[in-house]
């Protein structure tokens, strides 16, 4: 069961580089979401995604943008990365109603920006 | 004031002691909530989801919640070592997807 996969795992950039971290859910989820995650700072939702064909800003947006591809993929990109954007990325998706609210998250995005 | 708050200890008990983690919410008109638990290094995975006043007991975790009060704890019961780990609360504020996430609380139970 593949669940949430995210690409890649880690990534050294280097400030000023541009780079695309990709996701995608095979539970036929509406919901999908990133998030970051930095030291005492907990969970910060980026953007997320309701359905196909949407995107909201979250907490944090300044400095990523989305793109939700289609139901399965939603993916988040830095244009030109900064080192304050050096942190840990889950991308996550979540059911409806009845399919339940759980969130499942993905492994993790370990991203360092030099 | 940040949308969801929670004491990030961290939270020392003794094994087999009841852990109490505690989280307030500034959105009146939310409706869902939520208990993760992440390990280090690895993702959050949901404990448990509590949606009316009052408590929701599974096992040895027990989730209250008081709408009024805008808190919403997590009781562990005869704490375990391997329950040692960040506990995250969740809230999606104005009734929608919009999931946001408390900063979390680190639990340390001493064997």
């Known amino acids: 069961n593949a669940g949430v996969t995210q690409t890649p795992k880690f990534q050294v950039l280097k400030t000023g580089q541009s780079m695309t971290l990709q996701c995608a859910q095979d539970m036929n989820h509406n919901s999908m979401y990133w998030y970051r995650q930095d030291p005492g700072m907990g969970l910060r939702l980026i953007y997320y995604?309701?359905?196909?064909?949407?995107?909201d800003k979250g907490e944090v947006p300044n400095g990523y943008n989305v793109s939700r591809l289609n139901k399965r993929e939603f993916s988040l990109r830095l244009e030109s990365a900064a080192p304050s954007q050096t942190s840990v990325y889950f991308c996550a998706s979540r059911g409806d109603g009845d399919s339940g609210n759980t969130i499942y998250f993905g492994e993790g995005s370990w991203l360092t920006v030099v | 004031q940040k949308e969801v708050e929670q004491n990030s200890g961290p939270l020392s008990v003794p094994e087999g002691a009841i852990a109490s983690l505690n989280c307030t919410y500034s959105?009146?008109?939310?409706?869902?909530f939520f208990w993760y638990r992440q390990y280090s290094g690895k993702s959050p995975e949901l404990i448990m989801s509590i949606y009316s006043n009052g408590d929701k007991e599974d096992g040895r975790f027990t989730a209250q919640l008081n709408k009024a009060s805008q808190y919403v704890s997590l009781l562990i019961r005869d704490s375990q070592p391997s329950d040692s780990a960040t506990y995250l609360c969740?809230?999606?504020?104005?009734?929608?997807?919009?999931?946001?996430f408390g900063a979390g609380t680190r639990l340390f139970v001493k064997a």
């Open positions: 969740a809230v999606d504020p104005g009734g929608g997807f919009k999931t946001i």
């Open positions: 995604s309701a359905s196909e064909g949407t995107t």
């Open positions: 959105d009146r008109v939310s409706q869902s």
